[in-house]
T-cell receptor, first 114, second 112 residues
């Protein structure tokens, strides 16, 4: 069975500073990886996804993530955050094949400080 | 644009009541999911369905059941609601072809 770990429950960062939100997964087979963002009182919106190919994936709102197979990580980065990036971010994994059950991490709350 | 619609945004129910949460998607996706979201616990999978009339238990199925009679509709049922089922419930659908998960806006359920 797969699992996803987001070690940081909250990350405070000053506006215009860079940020990295960490995600590690465990799986015995290949996976697809996703980052989602949730603004207050809303559902989840896709930021970016890694399916195959280039390990550096660019998403919406200036975010990017790098898939590192040897470290089983998929960390999310942004070089300069804005107040509007304040939200909760979720990492998710789907196994190749099978019934494609989706497993999410516990989320990281990004608080951008003016 | 893919649309996942959850029928109720806010519900208040009494302990012991039967509760139905409905979810409809308009993109012919094979897979559909029900999660509950609680502070500090992230999204926990209750049930998922990979085809009509097919269902699989997720990580926390106790106290819940589901129904998928049509491909576009996936219902979550609380047979006898309890206060510990007060939560935000999120429905999602997933296409194996394009491999993206789409979420509804969520249903806030309060059981009193």
């Amino acid at each position: 069975a797969q699992s996803v770990t987001q070690l940081d429950s909250q990350v405070p960062v000053f506006e215009e500073a860079p940020v990295e939100l960490r995600c590690n997964y465990s799986s015995s087979v290949s996976v697809y990886l996703f980052w989602y963002v949730q603004y207050p009182n809303q559902g989840l919106q896709l930021l970016l996804k890694y399916l195959s190919g280039s390990t550096l994936v660019k998403g919406i709102n200036g975010f990017e993530a790098e898939f590192n197979k040897s470290q089983t990580s998929f960390h999310l980065r942004k070089p300069s955050v804005h107040i509007s990036d304040t939200a909760e971010y979720f990492c998710a994994v789907i196994l190749y094949g099978g019934y494609q059950k989706v497993t999410f991490g516990t989320g990281t709350k990004l608080q951008v400080i003016p | 644009d893919v649309k996942v619609t959850q029928s109720s945004r806010y519900l208040v129910k009494r302990t012991g009541e039967k509760v139905f949460l409905e979810c409809v998607q308009d993109m012919d996706h094979e897979n559909m999911f029900w999660y509950r979201q609680d502070p500090g616990l992230g999204l926990r999978l209750i049930y998922f369905s990979y085809d009509v009339k097919m269902k699989e238990k997720g990580d926390i199925p106790e106290g819940y059941s589901v129904s998928r009679e049509k491909k576009e509709r996936f219902s979550l049922i609380l047979e006898s609601a309890s206060t510990n089922q007060t939560s935000m419930y999120l429905c999602a659908s997933h296409s194996r072809t394009i491999n993206t998960i789409y979420f509804g806006e969520g249903s806030w359920l309060t059981v009193v």
